[in-house]
C-alpha cells in the first residue's frame, strides 16, 4: 500500500523558513516523479514544485520561486521542500503527492498533509 | 499560466441522479486533463487521468470526456458517498493549475 507521510509544519512568523518532510512507503520511490501541493483554508488546492525521479528536473510555481527549494532522498524514499522568506498567503496544509513515472503529471497518491501558519 | 474554470460552482442533486460537471481550460490542452474528488478534511484522490481514463479503484459511475479546452466529467448514478468537491486540473504544462471546483451535495 502506496504511504506518504508529511511532517514539519507549524506555526511560523512571516519572513521565518521552515523545512517540510514527506516519507514514503509501499512503492519504488525513486522510479516516480514527486510534488508538493498547497491549500489554503477554504481554498482549491494550488500545484507548488515538482521534482524528477534523479533531481535533474525541478519546477516551481512562480510564487515560490526563489523561496521554496524542493528536493529528495532515494536512498530514505524521502522527499522535502524547504521554505524560506514565508508570507501569511503561504499560510495552508501542504501535500506530498506521488506523481507520474513517465509522461503526463497524474497525483495518484497523496498524504494526509501538514499545515503551515505564517502569522505574527 | 494556463487557466482553469469549473462550472457549476456548487450544484444540489439527489442520489440516483446524472451529474455533470464542465472545466473550460484557457487554450488547447489536448488530453492532459485529470480529474479529483475531495472530502471534507481529506486529501484529494485520483478519479480520472487523461481525460477520459478511470484510475483503478474508481467506481465505474465515473467518466470522463473531452480535449482540447472543453471536458466534462459525469456520475451516471450519484451514490451517497459522491457528495464531495470535485477538481479539475491541466497536467499540459507547469503550473499544474486546478479549476476552482465543484461542491456536489445533497437536495
Known amino acids: 500500500e502506496v504511504q506518504l507521510v508529511e511532517s514539519g509544519g507549524g506555526l511560523v512568523q512571516p519572513g521565518g523558513s521552515l523545512r517540510l518532510s514527506c516519507a514514503a512507503s509501499g512503492f519504488t520511490f525513486s522510479t516516480y516523479w514527486m510534488s508538493w501541493v498547497r491549500q489554503a483554508p477554504g481554498k482549491g488546492p494550488e500545484w507548488v514544485a515538482n521534482i524528477q525521479q534523479h533531481g535533474s528536473e525541478i519546477y516551481y510555481l512562480d510564487s515560490v520561486k526563489g523561496r521554496f527549494t524542493i528536493s529528495r532522498d532515494n536512498a530514505k524514499s524521502s522527499l522535502f521542500l524547504q521554505m524560506n522568506s514565508l508570507r501569511a498567503e503561504d499560510t495552508a496544509v501542504y501535500y506530498c503527492?506521488?506523481?507520474?513515472?513517465?509522461?503526463?503529471?497524474?497525483?495518484?497518491?497523496w498524504g494526509q498533509g501538514t499545515l503551515v501558519t505564517v502569522s505574527s | 499560466d494556463i487557466q482553469m474554470t469549473q462550472s457549476p460552482s456548487s450544484l444540489s442533486a439527489s442520489v440516483g441522479d446524472r451529474v455533470t460537471i464542465t472545466c473550460r481550460a484557457s487554450?488547447?490542452?489536448?488530453?492532459?486533463l485529470n480529474w479529483y474528488q475531495q472530502k471534507p478534511g481529506k486529501a484529494p484522490t485520483l478519479l480520472i487521468y487523461g481525460a477520459s481514463n478511470l484510475q483503478s479503484g474508481v467506481p465505474s459511475r465515473f467518466s470522463g470526456r473531452g480535449s482540447g479546452t472543453d471536458f466534462t466529467l459525469t456520475i451516471s448514478s450519484l451514490q451517497p458517498e459522491d457528495f464531495a468537491i470535485y477538481y479539475c486540473?491541466?497536467?499540459?504544462?507547469?503550473?499544474?493549475?486546478f479549476g476552482g471546483g465543484t461542491k456536489v451535495d445533497i437536495k
Open positions: 486540473q491541466e497536467s499540459s504544462k507547469v503550473p499544474l493549475t
Open positions: 487554450q488547447g490542452i489536448s488530453s492532459y
Open positions: 503527492a506521488r506523481d507520474k513515472e513517465a509522461g503526463a503529471t497524474k497525483l495518484d497518491s
